[in-house]
Each structure stands twice: as C-alpha cells, then as structure tokens.
C-alpha cells in the first residue's frame, strides 16, 4: 500500500519561494502519477499540479502556471513542487497525492503541509 508523507512547508513572505516534497513509501513509486492540490480556510481542495509516471508530462491550474513547477526522483521515491513568486492567497494546506490503480482518480493522499506566505 502506498503511503505519501509531505514535508517543506512553512511561512515566507510574499515574492519568496518554498520547495514542497512528498516521499512515498509501498508500491514501485515510478509506475503511477501524482498530483499536488490545496486547501485554503474556508475553500474547497483545489488542483495545483500533476506529474506523469515518468515525468515527462506536467499539467498546472491557472493560477500557478509560471510561478510553480511540479517535478519527480524516481529514484528518491520523491516528488517536488518548487513554488516561487509565493503571493498571500497561495496560503493553504498542501497535498500531496497519488494515482495508484490508474484510474484518474488520487486515490492516496498525504496528511498535508502548511504553506503561508504574508504580504
């Protein structure tokens, strides 16, 4: 059973940049995809990113497009998202998620990360 544990995540201010990881432990890390998605006080989870198997697909939600880059060691058992650019409303939980079966579905899910960035 795969399990995914993130960590990196903090308070910068605005402008600044985090890097995010997610370290999986279970099944053979490079034959599924993952995703990052957020959470913000009172919204829904949103997308943020998504890697292919291999990394050589990405896809970014709008509002991260140029600011974030989502990337993966399949040899670390690790996937990344470098975030720079870091602007107030990027404050949320972070997490890290996987596409297992694959279905298109994120199917396990980290316990999340803290990212605030102040103005």
């Known amino acids: 059973q795969v399990q995914l544990v993130e960590s990196g995540g903090g308070l910068v201010q605005a402008g600044g940049s985090l890097r995010l990881s997610c370290a999986a432990s279970?099944?053979?890390?490079?034959?599924?995809?993952l995703g990052w998605f957020r959470q913000a006080p009172g919204k829904q989870r949103e997308f943020v990113a998504r890697i292919n198997w291999s990394g050589s697909v990405a896809l970014y939600a709008d509002p991260v497009k140029g600011r974030f880059t989502i990337s993966r060691d399949n040899a670390k058992r690790t996937v990344y998202l470098q975030m720079n650019s870091l602007k107030p409303e990027d404050t949320a939980v972070y997490y890290c998620?996987?596409?297992?079966?694959?279905?298109?579905?994120?199917?396990?899910w980290g316990q999340g990360t803290q990212v605030t960035v102040s103005s």
């Open positions: 998620a996987a596409d297992v079966n694959p279905t298109g579905i994120y199917d396990v």
């Open positions: 279970g099944r053979t890390f490079s034959t599924y995809a």
